[in-house]
């Protein structure tokens, strides 16, 4: 998918930072809609197949990390959290709960259209792997299925429901089997990041990977291995 003409839906309390979205979003081509709070946030959500959402964490009645983990149920919409200075338990509670990424308040116009193009570039960054590594649409390992084509990871004979960035950290890291990649590396090839990544973000979605993978097979999960003082990489059982 292009990310020109993406359907984004921007989510705050405030209309001066929703009106400030807009203007640049709508600057890059994007189309957009807006929610005042939680609830009509994941109405909109709910209904609607939107490409991105920017969610504020602090809104009136339901919040931020509600609103996503009750979306997460249903959809895997990329989401960006909005958060303010000093909330960074809440940033990694958003992570917890399923959030892609996080832009920090006050944030630069500049740096959340980089985030939200990285977010959006997510299916060109998988579909090139596949294409100049050479690999087959499937990977297959002993305890572990990525169906590239349809986007289907199976661990121990089990569908696994994975985030986009869930699902493109595992596949990134299963077209090397065994090669270490730093969190830097990570963040550059899988997030597009260069100036703006933060090291956090790398651990708690391969944190997030492990839980959902030894749900249904540990032997799955064990694969993805630490590197201690270098990084991570999926190791594949002798």
């Not at 989510?11 to 930072?17: L, M, T």
């Not at 349809?150 to 994975?162: Q, S």
């Not at 030894?214 to 991570?232: D, F, H």
Request: proline share 4%.
């Amino acid at each position: 998918m292009s990310d020109l003409k993406a359907n984004i839906l921007v989510v705050d309390d405030e209309e001066r930072i929703r009106r400030l979205l807009r203007m640049y979003l709508e600057k890059e081509g994007y189309i957009i809609e807006e929610a005042e709070d939680g609830e009509i946030a994941l109405q909109k959500a709910s209904v609607s197949d939107f490409d991105l959402i920017l969610l504020d964490i602090m809104l009136p009645g339901m919040d931020g990390i509600e609103v996503c983990a009750k979306l997460r149920q249903v959809k895997a919409t990329p989401v960006i959290m909005l958060t303010a200075k000093g909330e960074e338990a809440n940033r990694v509670q958003g992570f917890e709960v399923g959030a892609d990424d996080y832009v920090v308040k006050p944030f630069s116009p500049r740096e959340v259209i980089y985030r939200v193009k990285a977010i959006l570039r997510r299916s060109s960054v998988t579909a090139y792997l596949t294409k100049d590594q050479g690999i087959s649409n499937n990977i297959v390992f002993p305890h572990l299925v990525i169906e590239h084509d349809a986007h289907r990871v199976t661990a121990g004979g089990h569908e696994i429901a994975l985030t986009p960035k869930e699902y493109e950290l595992l596949h990134y890291l299963a077209v090397s089997p065994d090669k270490v990649f730093s969190r830097e590396d990570l963040l550059k090839d899988v997030w597009n990041y260069e100036f703006f990544g933060d090291l956090r973000t790398v651990d708690t979605h391969v944190k997030r990977l492990r839980e959902k993978l030894n749900k249904v097979s540990p032997e799955a999960a064990a694969m993805i291995t630490t590197v201690w003082g270098v990084g991570y990489k999926l190791e594949v059982p002798k």
